[in-house]
């Protein structure tokens, strides 16, 4: 009885297995099948907690998975720590404003515990990004698995492959397309702004000195939001938070888009997603659907989650997040 039952399971994972194949997937959402069956769960019931605790943490996940990504490929090089040379973390993009790392090492921690050298960090930012915004309110979507982590991590990197906030629309597309991604998966996964909070010193200069002139507003801004603005963030309080990144921001929804629709976007690159036509249609479809917008999410969350991935015999699973296994300086 019990020999047919795993001769059942053998069959169901090959199987799947050559479907993954067929399809030419790299990744696969049954990776982990029989060598650590229940980590979606396991991952899924910590982040729950983490959210729960701090819903701050939802943003925060989700923002370590892009990062990631965006820098040599989703690899867990963003969790490195700086040895050597400096690494992505204490970029400046990244510096200071990325959270969640103590969190992932729990984590990472609790599945170690469960499927010791199994499941790699890039793995576990893949889905913990997706269980956060899932439990704040976003729709689910399936995150395929199997990426191994890298071996190093770069500050000069990170600098040259983050999209920086002043961006206009087109060095946005540029930056994206760079990873493999296109206009609509910019301006869809942009969305993820519908979370978090932000520090004053990417408003600042829109409200204070705008082009380099002193006392001048942006004019793209909804005139009584700058107003708001200011209250919030004064000229010389650059590391104050501004509130929120739109009008619901603890819950995943599609409000970020009217934000942007009626000129309340926080920074210069989120305006900028309406100075051009095709921008203009995605965040017009996305405000009216938020059906749409949550399916597109994750659409373009796992193509941005195949972004250079590392697999099979290539890279390694960490033990810890923070650092390679031979303790080799980065
Ligand atoms: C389109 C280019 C993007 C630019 C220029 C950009 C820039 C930024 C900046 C400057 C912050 C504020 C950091 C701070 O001051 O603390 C931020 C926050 C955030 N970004 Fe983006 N971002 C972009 C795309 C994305 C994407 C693609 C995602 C996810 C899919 C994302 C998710 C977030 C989240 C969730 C936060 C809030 C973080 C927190 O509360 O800890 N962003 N982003």
């Not at 540029?174 to 609509?184: D, E, H, P, S, Y």
Request: hydrophobic share 40%; charged share 15%; glycine share 8%.
């Amino acid at each position: 009885m019990a020999l047919a039952g795993s001769r059942c399971a053998l069959v169901i994972f090959t199987i799947l297995l050559m479907t993954a194949v067929a399809s030419g997937a790299k990744l696969s959402k049954y990776f982990y099948y029989r060598t650590c069956p229940n980590v979606e769960s396991i991952v899924r019931n910590k982040v729950n907690q983490i959210v729960t605790a701090d819903r701050g943490m939802a943003p925060g996940l989700l923002r370590l998975h892009f990062h990631d990504c965006f820098v040599r490929g989703c690899d867990g090089s963003v969790l490195l720590d700086s040895a050597s040379h400096t690494a992505e973390k204490d970029a400046p993009p990244n510096f200071g404003s990325l959270r969640g790392f103590a969190e992932v090492d729990a984590i990472k921690a609790t599945v170690e515990s469960a499927c010791p050298g199994v499941v790699s960090c890039a793995d576990i930012l893949a889905l913990a990004a997706r269980d956060a915004v899932v439990k704040v309110g976003g729709k689910y979507w399936s995150v395929p698995l199997g990426r191994k982590d890298g071996f190093t991590s770069s500050l000069v990197e990170a600098n040259a492959s983050l999209p920086s906030p002043f961006s206009t629309f087109s060095q946005l597309v540029q930056n994206f397309a760079a990873v493999g991604l296109n206009a609509k998966d910019m301006v869809i996964l942009s969305g993820g702004h519908t979370i978090g909070q932000a520090h004053c010193a990417v408003v600042i200069p829109r409200l204070y000195n705008f082009n380099g002139v002193p006392g001048a507003t942006d004019p793209s801004l909804d005139p009584t939001f700058a107003n708001l603005l200011r209250t919030l963030c004064p000229s010389d309080q650059p590391l104050t938070f501004v509130g929120q990144m739109d009008a619901t921001n603890g819950t995943f929804d599609n409000k970020y888009f009217k934000a942007v629709q009626s000129r309340r976007g926080l920074f210069p690159s989120d305006a900028a997603l309406i100075t051009n036509s095709f921008g203009r249609r995605v965040v017009s479809i996305a405000a009216k659907n938020p059906g749409s917008f949550s399916t597109d999410f994750g659409k373009s969350m796992v193509k941005m989650g195949n972004i250079r991935v590392l697999t099979g015999a290539a890279g390694e699973v960490r033990r810890v997040c923070s650092a390679v296994n031979n303790n080799q300086a980065l």
